[in-house]
């Protein structure tokens, strides 16, 4: 009977598509030591899109970590190396010829068999659990409180979740480390009582957190950067009337055909949104900076842009055009939620043409937001508030928005601009015509 073969395969951080080039480390759930079978989950990375679960390609046992949670890794750089039987003669890192990263399913361009089944979560010690022991929970936490988590070297185990459903967040791993914002006394010390006539104690020097930045933070630091000293940025503003549009949500939402989805003026305004680039379509625009045109994109590839606990992400809504009200909404609320809960892919991140920020959501009335690159404007809507406003010569309080409307002036001019933002405020003033016109 022949012995089965002994190999040690290295596993390389795979092409995760997009442009992705380098993603940082985030955690490992195996250790050495560990038996691992194919397609189990090995570790998380954080790109500048989204948070990434790797599966392993190879079956084995793992002899070798080669990276450490918080480092930034290139695509095609070694992760780990795992001893497999049955599998080829010579290890994979003995090869003089060039090594080729893998494609990791779903997010490079190519596709795996079809045979490989989907990634699935695991405990660290999922290797080393026996038959029929369960293996333990894994700690219910955040993308960014498990990289900050392996910062501070704290064990998540240990911390107390404060988020919703008990979820481990970015401060709670904080106050866990001692860096939490309730005074403490000095590093290593037990606080004690002041003792009368004691001398002042001496100042304290400043308490202070450093938080190494990367991810998806990094990359949105790195993104607005560009755009903001490359592409020519303008801004126009409009106050407007939205009362009508308040009351159309309230109708909406007891409308059959909104069933199971919860329509909100966002919903309306992006619809305004996308009426006006019907005539003016250099807003769904980019810039090619090889060949010096513009270039109008046919489909609007909306991009909602979300607040999460990793940082700015923009998910896309495609082809938005296309959608009727109703399924414009439930996207929305779909790759929203998607986005901050960590479970969008890169693909899902990327590739919007226009965007819109819904910054009344943080109780402000507007702002000038930064264009996402490669985008010609981006739409913010401040908060819906009651203000005074004159109807018909009278003074009535109504509901009262302020939006404002960045672009690109090397593709769209102040009159264009102007033009497209008065479109969208007199769609809220009277939505229920134009939405007909629409469909």
């Keep these: 009977m022949t012995n089965p073969t002994r190999a040690v395969e290295e596993f390389r951080l795979p092409d995760l598509g997009e442009g992705l080039t380098e993603a940082d480390w985030v955690h490992w759930v195996v250790a050495v030591g560990d038996r691992v079978e194919l397609n189990q989950v090995i ?4 790109t500048a899109k989204a948070t990434v679960e790797l599966p392993s390609p ?3 046992t793992v002899e070798e970590l080669l990276v450490e949670p918080g480092q930034t890794v290139p695509v095609g750089a070694p992760l780990l190396r795992i001893a497999t039987e049955d599998g080829p003669a010579e290890p994979a890192g003995d090869s003089d010829g060039p090594s080729r990263p893998s494609v990791l399913v779903g997010y490079g361009p190519g596709d795996a068999p079809q ?7 695991i405990s660290a010690d999922a290797g080393r659990a026996r038959d029929g022991d369960p293996p333990p929970a894994r700690p219910d936490a955040k993308p960014g409180a498990r990289k900050l988590a392996a910062l501070l070297e704290v064990d998540l185990d240990t911390v ?8 481990i967040t970015r401060d709670d791993v904080r106050r866990t480390a001692g860096h939490g914002d309730e005074p403490t006394a000095g590093h290593g010390e037990e606080p004690t009582a002041e003792r009368p006539h004691s001398p002042a104690p001496e100042p304290s020097p400043e308490r202070t957190t450093r938080i190494p930045v990367g991810g998806v933070r990094k990359r949105t630091a790195e993104a607005v950067s560009r755009s903001a ?3 020519p940025h303008a801004s126009v503003f409009l106050t407007c009337d939205a009362t009508a549009t308040v009351d159309l949500v309230s109708t909406l939402r007891a409308s059959p055909a909104f069933e199971g989805v919860r329509p909100t003026a966002l919903s309306i305004v992006t619809r305004a949104l996308l009426h006006a680039i019907t005539d003016e379509p250099s807003l769904n625009a980019h810039w090619d900076d090889d060949t010096g045109e513009i270039v109008l994109h046919h489909d609007v590839h909306l991009g909602i842009a979300t607040a999460t606990s990793d940082g700015l992400k923009v998910p896309v809504v495609r082809e938005a055009q296309r959608l009727s009200l109703p399924r414009l909404a439930r996207s929305i609320a779909e790759v929203a939620d998607r986005a901050r809960t960590g479970r969008s892919t890169p693909s899902e991140l990327t590739g919007s043409t226009v965007s819109v920020t819904n910054v009344g959501v943080f109780g402000v009335d507007g702002g000038t937001p930064i264009l996402n690159p490669g985008e010609s404007a981006i739409l913010a809507v401040g908060a819906i508030s009651d203000r005074p406003w004159v109807v018909d010569g009278a003074l009535a309080i109504r509901k009262v928005v302020t939006l404002s409307l960045s672009f690109d002036h090397r593709l769209v001019d102040g009159g264009q601009a102007g033009r497209a933002l008065a479109t969208i405020g007199a769609f809220l003033g009277d939505p ?8």
């Design 115 to 121: 045979s490989r089944r989907a990634p699935r979560r």
């Design 229 to 231: 000293f490359t592409a």
């Design 160 to 167: 107390t979740g404060t988020g919703r459903g008990g979820v």
């Design 432 to 439: 229920v015509p134009m939405l007909l016109a629409d469909t």
């Design 58 to 60: 190879y079956g084995g």
């Design 43 to 46: 570790g998380e990375v954080e």
